[in-house]
């Protein structure tokens, strides 16, 4: 591959387009190669061919073992595996585990493992790997795993083959949390002789996935090459990934328009242009790959400070919002009305049942009401009071959901000022010293509420300093007490009855305004097949990717 040929998009164009077209006729050549004609995976898929994926932000690193930022797993991810994969349900597959036996306690799951799978690097995966990747690496240094392991006591290794998770209580989530996007299994004999925060492996990772790192010119490309003793048999089909940093969103359209790259997903593409791609011929729009993420659309609101200390003033905001215009105007249909926390496809603890309903015909009236209710008058100018909503930062559809808001609420006498800041201005305000009154975000649901729920609504996840925790303030005896026993109980219908109560007085209490679940589409060219496979989209294996 050439070096140093700037494809970020922020400067020479010229230069990025040549590029471009080199990963072009590098892709055609490889389909023709005469060395790869007896390489067949099927009738119809053949090894071979370059993609070139658009990924913003530029990762910081490829430590998808100690990061949870979605470049970071766009990128690295697809050189790790997990134990388990998942279907556009939720539903767990194998992966690195062929199968799995939860005890009848449910505090010994039992996974037993492919006896065929190798590392980048030629070293057999183990049991032991297992164990240290659980215990050593995901427990102390996954932003998440910290909580949602914090159960697994010990990882047994009767045989290189099998791994027993002891734990010390019932974690229903677990058999969820198990993807190579969450729990990436990594090398022992790599690892446990660096600094995991300080790795080398950070940036140039070594694990078992479809794809091996090639090399990563910073602020240009990171590549990727076909794992040719990749566990699953003649895959992955395409012979290299290349992971492209364009930081201008109008560039990176314009790319996917002249078919110099061929994908794109992830709030990388804005919305907006999704739609108008979707009608070129080259290019397809995939909506589906955002199941196990479960993005919902939100406004988080400080209960410490007033006038939000009053439930009323939280209700009538959650009335304001028109949650059917945004998601036709402002979102151009990619997602659903929510109605609570836990979104939808979490369909075995999602309910409606007795949940508040903010999105009615009468709900101007309603919110007046409440607002009169709560003492705050209009005065001579028809005003009540001035709020200032902090937008968060990331992207045009937040500013047009800012105006939204500010345009609905002019309507109950509430005049709204929008600070748009930068992003790390916006997390500290936020996070750390909870100067705000109001704000926007879509964090991840993900498949479970252990995953992340409760790190939005539960007393213990206050914590300043700390981003996408909770920055509302709000703490409830009862709901800390209905998600402590929700995380532990193995019956899934006490399990559901206990989320049942918590998303009924989560919606009534309002610390969180509920807007959407969005959708996170995919724009990619069809000249390739099988981008999507599944409910974890891009984050996914993506090892059946294929020339079409």
Not at 14 to 41: C, D, H, N, W, Y
Not at 152 to 166: G, H, K
Not at 236 to 247: F, G, K, N, Q
Not at 505 to 519: D, F, G, R, T
Request: charged share 25%; proline share 7%; glycine share 8%.
């Amino acid at each position: 591959m050439k070096k140093g040929i700037d494809v970020s998009g922020s400067s020479n164009g010229t230069e990025r387009r040549k590029f471009l077209k080199q990963m072009a006729i590098a892709s055609a050549s490889l389909v023709s190669s005469p060395m790869l004609s007896g390489r067949v995976a099927s009738a119809q898929a053949q090894v071979g061919g370059t993609l070139v994926h658009l990924v913003h932000p530029e990762p910081p690193n490829l430590a998808t073992f100690s990061s949870t930022a979605i470049a970071t797993s766009l990128a690295g991810g697809r050189a790790y595996a997990g134990l388990l994969e998942y279907d556009f349900e939720l539903r767990p597959k194998p992966s690195l585990a062929e199968s799995w036996i939860v005890s009848e306690d449910a505090k010994l799951i039992t996974f037993k493992l492919r006896p065929d799978v190798k590392f980048h690097d030629g070293r057999p995966f183990t049991s032991a790997d297992v164990k240290y990747s659980v215990l050593e690496v995901l427990k102390k240094v996954h932003p998440r795993g910290i909580n949602t392991l914090v159960d697994v006591q010990d990882v047994e290794t009767p045989d290189p083959y099998t791994a027993v998770f002891r734990l010390e209580h019932p974690a229903p989530h677990l058999l969820k949390i198990l993807s190579g996007y969450e729990s990436p299994m990594v090398p022992k004999h790599l690892f446990e002789t660096t600094d995991l925060l300080n790795s080398p492996y950070a940036n140039a990772p070594v694990g078992c996935g479809p794809f091996k790192f090639g090399g990563w010119e910073r602020g240009k490309y990171i590549l990727f090459e076909r794992f040719d003793s990749y566990f699953k048999p003649g895959k992955p089909y395409l012979e290299r990934v290349v992971e492209l940093s364009i930081a201008d969103a109008s560039t990176r359209t314009a790319v996917l328009e002249r078919g110099e790259a061929h994908l794109c997903g992830l709030g990388g593409v804005p919305l907006s242009d999704a739609a108008e791609l979707a009608k070129l011929p080259h290019l397809a729009v995939e909506t589906r790959g955002s199941e196990y993420f479960s993005p919902i659309i939100q406004i988080e609101i400080n209960t410490r400070v007033k006038p939000f200390d009053d439930k009323r003033v939280r209700q009538a905001l959650a009335y304001a919002i028109d949650r059917n215009f945004v998601l036709k105007n402002l979102w151009f249909g990619y997602g659903k009305v929510a109605s609570g926390p836990i979104p939808s496809v979490v369909n075995q603890l999602y309910t409606t049942e007795g949940v508040k309903n903010y999105n009615v015909p009468n709900a101007l009236d309603i919110a007046n009401n409440l607002l009169d209710e709560a003492g705050y008058k209009r005065d001579s100018s028809g005003i009540r009071f001035e709020v200032t909503h902090d937008v968060t930062p990331y992207g045009d559809e937040w500013n047009r959901f800012g105006d939204h808001v500010r345009q609905r609420l002019d309507l109950l006498g509430i005049k709204t000022i929008l600070r748009i800041e930068d992003p790390a201005t916006w997390l500290r305000r936020v996070y750390t010293n909870y100067d705000f009154q109001f704000t926007s975000d879509w964090p991840f649901a993900l498949t479970d509420p252990v995953l992340g729920i409760h790190r939005q609504l539960h007393s213990r996840s206050i914590r300043p300093g700390v981003p996408f925790v909770n920055c509302s303030g709000w703490s409830s005896e009862r709901t800390d007490e209905l998600m402590d026993k929700a995380q532990r109980e193995p019956d899934s219908r006490k399990r559901a009855a206990l989320y049942r109560e918590f998303q009924q007085i989560v919606v009534e209490e309002c610390p969180i305004v509920y807007a959407l679940e969005a959708q996170l589409p995919t724009v990619y060219n069809k000249k390739f097949t099988d981008v999507i496979t599944g409910g974890m989209g891009l984050l996914g294996a993506r090892d059946q990717t294929r020339l079409a």
